[in-house]
């Protein structure tokens, strides 16, 4: 397997992984099989802009293993700078691309997140399209749980008792990766994906943008009109300049005189 931690680069505070999907997914296998646990963040640009403002975000995302480029302007950012990020990797798509590496080595899936019902639905999703997948259980803790030390241990103990391989966290950022580094510590040899809306995604809550709108870099604009009173604001206002911001900046690291 490829030593992936040696091909990263900088994007705003973020050190993005330059790794495909499938990469990913090899790296998680060959973990498993030595008992390594770890974690996976995938930054877009609202994660890569939250990380540049704020220190402790910046942090949080670092005591990841692996953090891989979800959005193609991370992704453009990347190879602005001088390094082959070969691909966007999203954490709707690690969702179905991990549970088929864990159907394969025989790993079981806990999924945490989403309304009620929503992670059930997913679970029966990923379990029909990959026989052999051991599902260790599900949970949708309540709306502001993690504002409640009890509420907020009581979903940690659900996936400790579970003893699951891999757990995926779809709170969003950074709540779910907060509620990440709590769990690591209970559970070493396990693995983490941080995946936002994948889960309600692989339960069919909602549909993806067409490959080419997503490898041309407009799936922001197919999620803004699903969702545009809680994207709009955040999409246009915020990511959009900051999207602009991070090639520019992109651009003089890479033609940046050495010593400067």
């Not at 495909?20 to 997914?25: D, I, L, P, Q, R």
């Not at 891999?166 to 950022?173: A, D, P, Q, R």
């Not at 990766?177 to 040899?189: D, F, S, T, V």
């Amino acid at each position: 397997m490829p030593d992936i931690s040696q091909a990263r680069v900088r994007v705003g505070a973020v050190d993005v992984w330059a790794v495909a999907e499938t990469g990913v997914a090899e790296h998680v296998a060959g973990a498993w099989r030595r008992a390594e646990g770890g974690a996976i963040v995938t930054a877009n640009v609202d994660i890569v802009r939250a990380a540049t403002r704020d220190p402790a975000l910046a942090a949080l995302i670092a005591g990841s293993e692996v953090v891989v480029a979800d959005g193609m302007p991370v992704v453009w950012a990347g190879r602005l700078a001088g390094v082959p990020v070969p691909e966007r990797v999203t954490g709707s798509s690690l969702v179905f691309t991990l549970a088929g590496a864990a159907a394969r080595e025989g790993r079981s899936v806990y999924l945490l997140g989403g309304n009620p019902g929503v992670p059930e639905r997913a679970a029966a999703v990923l379990a029909e399209r990959f026989p052999g997948l051991r599902v260790a259980g599900t949970d949708s803790p309540p709306f502001g749980f993690d504002t409640y030390p009890e509420l907020t241990a009581e979903a940690v103990a659900k996936v400790v008792e579970a003893k699951p391989d891999l757990v995926m966290v779809g709170l969003g950022f950074p709540k779910q990766e907060r509620l990440i580094r709590l769990l690591r510590a209970e559970l070493p040899r396990t693995w983490f994906l941080g995946c936002g809306a994948g889960i309600p995604m692989a339960a069919g809550e909602f549909r993806r943008a067409s490959g080419v709108v997503q490898k041309v870099g407009a799936e922001w604009l197919h999620r803004l009109a699903l969702e545009p009173r809680r994207l709009a604001k955040r999409y246009l206002r915020d990511d959009l300049p900051f999207a602009f911001r991070l090639l520019g900046g992109a651009l003089r690291t890479r033609f940046r005189r050495p010593g400067e």
